[in-house]
């Protein structure tokens, strides 16, 4: 009964590790979602603006 006990344990390893694999080669969900992208168009337009127009402390005083 010891035996069966140890032969166990790794055959459960086994199982759980092939059922990881078939987990982690799926294929991968579709990421396209058009209102987040455009959500981010208009946040990375709004950094733009602010940053491009603002100089760097210490710039432009003439010093």
């Known amino acids: 009964m010891g035996v069966l006990a ?9 199982l759980v590790a092939a059922l990881w694999a078939v ?5 991968p969900r579709a990421t396209g979602d058009p209102a987040s992208l455009a959500e981010h168009r208009r ?3 709004a950094m733009e603006r602010t940053t491009a127009g603002a100089a760097a402390p210490g710039e432009g005083s003439g010093r």
């Not at 140890?6 to 086994?14: K, R």
């Not at 987990?23 to 294929?27: G, L, M, N, P, T």
Request: glycine share 0%; no cysteine; aromatic share 18%.
């Open 23 to 27: 987990w982690a080669q799926r294929e």
């Open 6 to 14: 140890w032969l166990i344990i790794p055959v459960v390893a086994v």
């Open 43 to 45: 946040f990375m337009a």
